[in-house]
């Protein structure tokens, strides 16, 4: 792919991501999918221009565009059904520092759009295509209430489901935003869930998004969780969540959590998916499907499976299907710990590391072989290719698993 990456159009403001490319990536997804798109954004210094310049495209390839602000990308993905629209787009760059933005294309259903069509989009990104009839560009500013009136419904749907209550009543907990879009969204669900609510910072200045805070940095949540029943962290635009239950919870730990609620016996994880998880699910006459990292991925397989629950470590968790969503997470394991706290799930060890790739990224059958030769000395190996980067991403789980790691270096560096 030359414009899309793992999740959508990614790159640094000026330099990957231009308001040029922006406004090409308009026309294009207005002559692929046609009709009426919704666009929301970040906090991103650099989202109102963007913003500007994907409408700009979008209405001259003849689509009308809704512009709704500021909203956590599960808003956008959800609004792109409820709201009648062929396709939405957030302007993000997920939990990226803040001089990055992107493009993040969705589904009715909030599903994100197939490998297939985003070659489609990057053809007529480059050819551009036939003049249309130019569309109509509107504002909207509702979105943020219809998600969390959603989102709000959805926990009690739930917690009613499990014979547990959704009432949130004598909870303290702490919100860590990440200087992102979710901080209005989540405060609101969780107070109106009856939760007495603490924002960690109040500062949701392009520039501060994803700086030391979020959910990839939890450590600033850590240092301030003491004394509260639970603490969420969200990363830029809200679809990852990190939690902290007097301890870190590890992603898996979640997600385990999340069975308790009834939705079906299959849960989708990924490769990198802890092996205890499926042992307690198996336990309990469930099963795990591993499928490859990213949200994208796990949503592809619960559509074909049928299922209603996945997530993978980072921190993605999916309820129903869609795409990730960390407010509706944050809410639905919140009702749990408040009715009756959460349950452990002992995990496996695992080490990680990135193995830099500097004479070319060895060949599948070199990367399987050393699979095979590290996985002898540690319970189960992963060597994955980067999406990102020039680098091969190793994952090895029980027995020795930093042995298991050097090996592979040795062999694939």
């Known amino acids: 792919m030359k414009y899309f990456g793992t999740d959508g159009i990614r790159g640094i403001y000026g330099e990957g991501m231009t308001e040029d490319l922006a406004y090409r990536a308009g026309r294009a997804l207005a002559y692929v999918f046609g009709g009426r798109a919704i666009v929301g954004r970040d906090t991103r210094s650099s989202g109102p221009a963007i913003e500007g310049a994907l409408a700009a495209g979008l209405t001259a390839g003849g689509a009308d565009v809704c512009l709704a602000g500021v909203l956590p990308t599960p808003a956008t993905a959800l609004l792109t059904g409820t709201r009648g629209c062929s396709f939405g787009v ?36 480059d050819n551009a295509p036939p003049c249309s009839p130019r569309g109509v560009r509107t504002e909207w500013r509702g979105g943020e209430d219809e998600y969390v009136s959603y989102v709000v419904g959805r926990v009690y749907d739930l917690a009613l489901s499990a014979g547990l209550s959704a009432d949130l009543g ?29 924002i960690l910072c109040e500062d949701c200045r392009g520039e501060c998004i994803n700086v030391r805070c979020g959910a990839l940095h939890p450590e600033a949540m850590c240092k301030e969780a003491a004394g509260y029943d639970l603490a969420a962290a969200l990363d830029g635009d809200a ?4 939690l902290y239950c007097r301890r870190m919870l590890a992603g898996d730990e979640v997600l385990y959590n999340l069975t308790r609620y009834p939705l079906g016996d299959t849960v989708v994880g990924t490769v990198l998916t802890n092996s ?7 336990g309990r006459g469930m099963r795990l499907v591993r499928t490859d990292v990213g949200d994208r991925n796990i949503s592809e397989v619960m559509s074909v499976l049928g299922a209603k629950l996945g997530g993978e470590p980072s921190g993605h968790f999916i309820i129903g299907g869609g795409s990730g969503d960390g407010v509706l997470s944050a809410a639905a394991v919140a009702a749990l710990a408040a009715s009756g706290g959460l349950h452990t799930l002992n995990c496996r060890r695992q080490c990680s590391a990135d193995i830099p790739v500097v004479r070319g ?4 059958s070199a990367i399987a072989r050393a699979e095979r030769e590290a996985g002898r000395l540690a319970e189960r190996v992963v060597i994955r290719p980067s999406g990102t980067e020039p680098v091969l991403r190793v994952m090895a789980e029980g027995g020795d698993a930093e042995g298991a790691i050097a090996l592979a270096r040795e062999m694939l560096a």
């Open 90 to 125: 957030e302007v993000s760059a997920s939990h990226n520092p803040p001089e990055y933005n992107g493009l993040k294309v969705f589904l009715p259903g909030g599903r994100k759009i197939p490998r297939g069509t985003e070659s489609a989009v990057e053809y007529c990104m």
């Open 170 to 198: 004598g909870m303290k907990l702490l919100l860590d935003h990440g200087g992102g879009a979710g901080k209005n969204a989540a405060e609101r669900v969780l107070t109106a869930l009856g939760a007495e609510v603490h």
């Open 239 to 242: 679809d990852r969540l990190a």
């Open 276 to 282: 205890a998880l499926g042992e307690r699910l198996a």
């Open 361 to 364: 990224m060895p060949l599948p």
